[in-house]
């Protein structure tokens, strides 16, 4: 069955990084574009950062354009999400998805000083 299970997150200061994971596993996972979403406290998830099948095209939301970095390894079934100059309205639980309705447990982020 499909996997996807995040790995990463923790507490870190404003202006610092961190490096999410996801790893897949049930399916040929070189055959699927993935996403990274977030949810906040009390809001609804949103779409942080898309990959294509190959890794060749990403696409971000506004808010983490020029702060996060999304990549995947097809050998190693790992998605990743580099997050530089964090924000405490970065602050939330990180999913990875693929298509129809796959989700991983989530990882969560804090951002504090």
């Known amino acids: 069955q499909v996997q996807l299970v995040e790995s990463g997150g923790g507490l870190v200061q404003p202006g610092g990084s961190l490096r999410l994971s996801c790893e897949a596993s049930?399916?040929?996972?070189?055959?699927?574009?993935m996403r990274w979403y977030r949810q906040a406290p009390g809001q609804e998830r949103e779409l942080v950062a898309s990959?294509?099948?190959?890794?060749?095209?990403?696409t971000y939301a506004d808010f983490v354009k020029g702060r996060f970095g999304v990549s995947r390894d097809n050998v190693k079934n790992t998605m990743y999400l580099q997050m530089n100059s964090l924000k405490p309205e970065d602050t939330a639980v990180y999913y990875c998805n693929r298509d129809p309705n796959y989700w991983g447990q989530g990882t969560q982020v804090t951002v504090s000083s």
């Open positions: 049930g399916f040929i996972f070189k055959w699927y574009a």
């Open positions: 990959i294509s099948s190959s890794g060749s095209s990403t």
